[in-house]
């Protein structure tokens, strides 16, 4: 499924990211308005994917953490609760 079905969907949260090969397909598909919150669980990889997205593209966040800590990584995003987040694997 591509974000492209859910365009009302503003944020993204991909879990699970490792080395970014769907996180560039997932920000072109992303509104111009939207965040894709790339949540990995494993530091070395979080760290690889700042170096490697570094200053790409504003929409991207990328948070070392992993499922279960999703509702405080959108509170310190600063994404409500409430709003619709979509999830990609």
């Given amino acids: 499924m591509g974000l492209a079905d859910g365009s009302e969907i503003r944020h993204v949260v991909e879990y699970g990211p490792g080395a970014g090969t769907i996180t560039r397909h ?28 570094c200053g790409c593209d504003s929409r991207l966040r990328i948070v070392h953490g992993s499922a279960p800590d999703v509702r405080k990584i959108l509170i310190r995003q600063r994404i409500a609760t409430g709003e619709e987040v979509a999830a990609r694997e």
């Fill in 26 to 53: 997932n920000l072109q598909q992303l509104r111009s308005d939207g965040t894709l919150i790339a949540m990995e669980k494993d530091p070395e990889l979080a760290q690889h994917l700042r170096d490697r997205f």
